[in-house]
């Protein structure tokens, strides 16, 4: 079992920037490739980012390539998403999730879930 506690959301105005934490607890953490998604109301899940075990590699969606930035710190058991230059349709309840091994894109590919963290980013 990998329990997941993600942090750092809030309110901010569009343009500006939110840095969400993920810390992770249980089995070995660098074991997991770990990613971020995000619901907005009414809609469904969606990928937002995933970085691999030893976070050498990354992946984004399209929709926040060049605005945020997924890094991990395997000895502190975390994942961070760094956020720069929101839009209103950021606005959504971001969650981290863990898999084990390889990177992946669609959250039925992934195991173990945050409770998911609110961020609202207003025009």
């Known amino acids: 079992q990998v329990q997941l506690g993600e942090s750092g959301g809030g309110l901010v105005q569009a343009g500006g920037s939110l840095r969400l934490s993920c810390a992770a607890s249980g089995r070995t953490f660098s074991n997991y490739a770990m990613g971020w998604f995000r619901q907005a109301p009414g809609k469904e899940r969606e990928f937002v980012a995933a970085i691999t075990r030893g976070g050498t590699s990354t992946d984004y969606a399209d929709s926040v390539k060049g605005r945020f930035t997924i890094s991990r710190d395997n000895a502190k058991n975390t994942v961070w998403l760094q956020m720069n230059s929101l839009k209103p349709e950021d606005t959504a309840v971001y969650y981290c999730?863990?898999?084990?091994?390889?990177?992946?894109?669609?959250?039925?590919?992934?195991?173990?879930w945050g409770q998911g963290t609110q961020v609202t980013v207003s025009s």
């Open positions: 999730a863990a898999r084990a091994w390889h990177i992946a894109t669609r959250p039925y590919e992934y195991d173990y």
